[in-house]
């Protein structure tokens, strides 16, 4: 596993006039977190709201200075997040697997993980562009690891 950096949330725009901003965020819980991007961003105040979040940066004075920042992602290492129990994973960890059919068959790439409200979904993009959608469920993911995610025939479709 690398210590690549791992996204918990973006800046989606400026909060109020004294440079706060909102976050779209991608975390069950940032509190942990007192820093990101490599110490360049630090936590002040963060309050939840029921579109993400809104925080106070100790870096970010002004409204100007939040609106600036605007698509900018809150990073943190990735051994700076709490260890997983069995059948955990963390969505960064499975996009740009390899997926393959229980039966050996190579079906292409994790490109995204999404969740409607009913549990996680993966889309996999094959060699030729198109893209199939698969619960992350046992029985349509069996098994995955660092190098590969096997996915039950039938649900590999076209």
Partial sequence: MSDAPVTLAAIIGAHGVTGEVRLKVFADDLKPFKSFNDGALTIRSLRPTPQGAIARFAEIADRN???????????????????????EYYHAD?????????????????VLVE?????????IERRDG????VPMRPEAVPDWDAER???TAAFATA
Wanted: aromatic share 4%; glycine share 12%.
């Fill in 130 to 133: 198109k893209r199939f959608m």
């Fill in 94 to 110: 499975l996009i740009g697997l390899a997926a393959v059919s229980d039966a050996g068959e190579a079906l292409g790439r994790v």
């Fill in 65 to 87: 200075a939040a609106e600036a920042l605007r698509g900018t992602e809150l990073t943190v290492p990735r051994s700076a997040l709490p260890p997983l129990a069995d059948g």
């Fill in 149 to 151: 995610l096997v996915v």
């Fill in 115 to 123: 969740n409607f409200g009913a549990g996680d979904v993966l889309e």
